[in-house]
């Protein structure tokens, strides 16, 4: 997909935007940035989020006769999907332009199914791209560390070689930024939570990561212990789920009041309007977009404590993650529970995630890397 968000390029900043596998998360970011800066002159690059392996390798080839490259930009930024080294050996115009590397995840940190053909390429992907990157922003702090921890183990089993200094270099041109939330999610609600019978809120992907096993285990949790509760599953899902689904779906019908995939944003939003407290099972997160828009919509978090989630769920409402021990994680995700029941929390809105809070950092960060290439 080509996409130019502007006509008039006099006076804007020319931006290149580059995403190499446009998923949901990734679109919404990209098509939010273009949003909040309506200043410069964007121009879009984007590819369809199928065959994973062939475009994380793939698209400098897909995009090796885009005439765009040819043109005078003054800012380039990328997804992580980008091979930004191989496009930048393509393109020798883009040698002088200062480029971006946007971090939604990282492959040092993906979780390895045994499904999945083992292959070191998108590591070497995502280091090469970071190299050649002036900036790398990253949505999560657990993300940032994921990334440098696993490069760092990566170069120690190489055997030679390895420049002096390279992690160091890459923490440094390093920033924090996170995928916003749009400004219209926050709400206030007038009514409190339902404490002796909540309404919980699973709203993930339907995939193996997002922990499916630990979600069925910590219902069945609280159906042992008889704790009063209503739930609703709902995310995306595919031809092919996990199929914990359908016996959650039949082993607590009695429970359920949403069930699946919403397809209008307004059935969703409301949903997060009226569910009291939002939780996660996730063994995989380098953000949590599910868990901040419910946070921002006024629902109490339950979280494990790890991944992103301690960089914004109260530690009154993180249970102890015990990732080689799901039955053991759903009882003290059980314990949690029933104490927050018990305490009744007042919903804590993640402001410093708000598209409006951040906006002046992504501008301070982007407007810092275009004086440098201009400069230099």
């Excluded at 580059?18 to 940035?33: F, K, P, T």
């Excluded at 690059?45 to 080839?61: D, K, T, V």
């Excluded at 704790?227 to 016996?247: A, Q, T």
């Excluded at 007042?346 to 982007?366: C, E, G, K, N, T």
Aim: charged share 25%; aromatic share 12%; hydrophobic share 40%.
């Amino acid at each position: 997909m080509t996409q130019s968000a502007s006509n008039n390029t006099d006076s804007k900043p020319r931006v290149l935007l580059l995403s190499g596998y446009d998923a949901a998360s990734h679109r919404r970011w990209r098509e939010q940035l273009v949003a909040l800066f309506p200043d410069y002159h964007w121009h879009t690059l984007a590819l369809s989020p199928r065959y994973f392996r062939w475009r994380i390798r793939g698209n400098p080839l897909a995009w090796l006769n885009e005439p765009c490259f040819r043109e005078s930009w003054d800012l380039v930024i990328a997804t992580s999907m980008v091979d930004l080294a191989a496009l930048k050996g393509f393109h020798p115009a883009l040698a002088g332009v200062p480029c971006l590397l946007y971090m939604h995840e990282n492959q040092f940190a993906f979780p390895v199914s045994d499904r999945q053909h083992s292959s070191v390429d998108p590591q070497v992907v995502n280091l090469y791209s970071a190299i050649a990157a002036d900036g790398l922003m990253f949505n999560s702090a657990w993300n940032r560390d994921s990334f440098l921890d696993g490069a760092t183990r990566f170069l120690d089993r190489m055997p030679d070689g390895v420049p002096y200094g390279l992690i160091a270099g890459l923490r440094d041109k390093a920033r924090v930024l996170p995928v916003p939330i749009e400004d219209r999610m926050f709400v206030s609600r007038e009514t409190k939570p339902d404490w002796q019978c909540p309404h919980l809120l699973w709203n993930h992907r339907w995939e193996y990561d997002k922990g499916p096993g630990r979600l069925l285990g910590l219902l069945n949790e609280l159906e042992r212990r008889e704790v009063p509760y209503r739930v609703s599953v709902v995310g995306e899902s595919f031809r092919k789920y996990p199929p914990e689904f359908d016996d959650i779906r039949k082993r607590f019908a009695h429970r359920i009041n949403h069930w699946g995939f919403l397809e209008q944003r307004a059935d969703y939003d409301r949903l997060l309007a009226e569910a009291d407290i939002v939780f996660s099972t996730a063994l995989h997160d380098f953000q949590g977009l599910s868990m901040l828009e419910a946070m921002a919509s006024g629902c109490v978090p339950l979280a494990p404590d790890r991944l992103a989630y301690p960089e914004y769920v109260p530690a009154a409402s993180r249970y102890a993650s015990h990732e080689t021990d799901p039955d053991e994680e759903a009882r003290t995700a059980v314990d949690t529970l029933q104490k927050v029941l018990v305490n009744q929390p007042s919903a804590i809105a993640p402001d410093a995630w708000r598209a409006s809070a951040l906006q002046a950092r992504y501008r301070d960060f982007m407007e810092a890397a275009m004086a440098a290439g201009r400069f230099s």
